[in-house]
């Protein structure tokens, strides 16, 4: 265990494409999604806890989770706490997160990481974390973390670096979302890494280039200085955290800065974004159908995807490619070609027939 080593865990959206299980009162990351016993913020905890001592792991959520954050992890306590009393992005919540790190330890060096994704191979995880940890405690250098693509996927925004024999490389530029054709030109440039959200470096650097990058935002969050870590925080946050500009950490800094580095990976990471990335992390039956939850009868069907409160019997017949979800409330039967729209139908179904 190393003392100088934080993370922080973003843990503040509301996965509404995981709609009815996953809502805005009760969000995804507090849910077991793939039926292993532990919610998708208790799994990544405990996997980084393997190097990271817990009090120096901190959870950033909205204010309205700050009683399921402390009863899904009670290793933690309320000073481990970031909470947004607004929702700003990524870059006004890891300056936050950064400002409270400084103040308690100035050679602290920092991961970033969300709270939903899901990593295969833990260990190869930590020691890639653990090489990132040690190469930004030796220069001021932003890193993160690239898969290697496995296929061209379209949802993810992609890494380019260049092809020097170093294992960490360095970072070209950041590319959005490509259409089809673009992501097979990626993959067969061998330049290309996706991009996973997941960052490393130190509190004093990341400081710094927000002072050099979003110096407007530095400054409101200096005028803090004193507050971090006392009685004094919770107030300055509520007063000035609205206040700040709404930037992703991407748009903000990433993109913009030049000492930005990669370090290619390969751990059998997944994104955990839409109902049809679960189903492909599940095991399957012999017809291909996916089942989280007790009481499921499959009867000529093949390829899909059910997930039940376990409360119910749930039976499906002659039904293919199709994605079933029973929560309490709600049941979803939606084709999985149409999971994107899940977002847009759940503000429908919500305004529609609202649930108190």
């Known amino acids: 265990m190393q003392s100088n080593y934080y993370a922080i865990i973003m843990a503040g959206g509301i996965g509404s494409r995981f709609w009815p299980v996953s809502t805005k009162k009760f969000p995804k990351q507090f849910h077991d999604m793939l039926g292993t016993g532990e919610t998708l913020i208790q799994k990544t905890f405990s996997r980084l806890e393997k190097l990271i001592p817990a009090e120096n792991i901190l959870i950033s959520t909205n204010e309205e989770y700050k009683d399921l954050v402390l009863e899904q992890l009670p290793k933690i306590d309320e000073t481990q706490l970031i909470l947004e009393p607004t929702m700003r992005n990524t870059a006004p919540c890891i300056l936050y997160a950064a400002k409270k790190v400084y103040a308690k330890n100035q050679d602290a060096v920092m991961l970033v990481a969300p709270s939903d994704h899901w990593i295969e191979d833990e260990d190869t995880f930590i020691k890639s974390i653990e090489t990132s940890f040690k190469a930004t405690e030796k220069s001021d250098i932003l890193m993160t973390l690239g898969i290697q693509p496995s296929y061209p996927n379209t949802g993810y925004g992609y890494i380019q670096f260049n092809e020097e024999e170093a294992e960490i490389k360095k970072v070209k530029q950041f590319t959005e979302k490509p259409n089809l054709e673009k992501a097979k030109e990626f993959l067969a440039s061998g330049e290309y890494l ?6 490393i470096w130190s509190a004093a650097h990341i400081l710094n280039s927000f002072e050099k990058f979003l110096p407007e935002m530095s400054a409101l969050f200096a ?20 206040l700040a500009e709404n930037i992703s950490i ?14 290619p990976v390969d751990f059998g990471w997944n994104d955990l974004g839409t109902w049809g990335s679960i189903y492909n992390k599940l095991p399957k039956d012999s017809q291909e159908n996916a089942v989280v ?33 029973e929560d309490k409330d709600t049941i979803l039967i939606c084709p999985k070609d149409k999971e994107q729209e899940i977002k847009n139908i759940s503000a429908e179904v919500n305004e529609k027939f609202p649930l108190n």
């Not at 005028?223 to 609205?242: H, L, M, Q, S, V």
């Open 194 to 199: 996706w991009n996973a959200g997941i960052f």
């Open 293 to 325: 939850g007790d009481k499921t009868v499959c009867i000529d069907s093949k390829k899909n995807i059910i997930r039940s409160s376990g409360e119910k019997r749930i039976v499906v017949c002659g039904l293919e490619d199709f994605i079933v979800v």
């Open 223 to 242: 005028k803090g200085n004193e507050a971090y870590n006392t009685e004094n925080e919770t107030t300055f946050i509520e007063e000035n955290y609205p």
């Open 250 to 263: 991407d748009f903000g800094i990433m993109e913009k800065a030049q000492n930005v580095y990669v370090l």
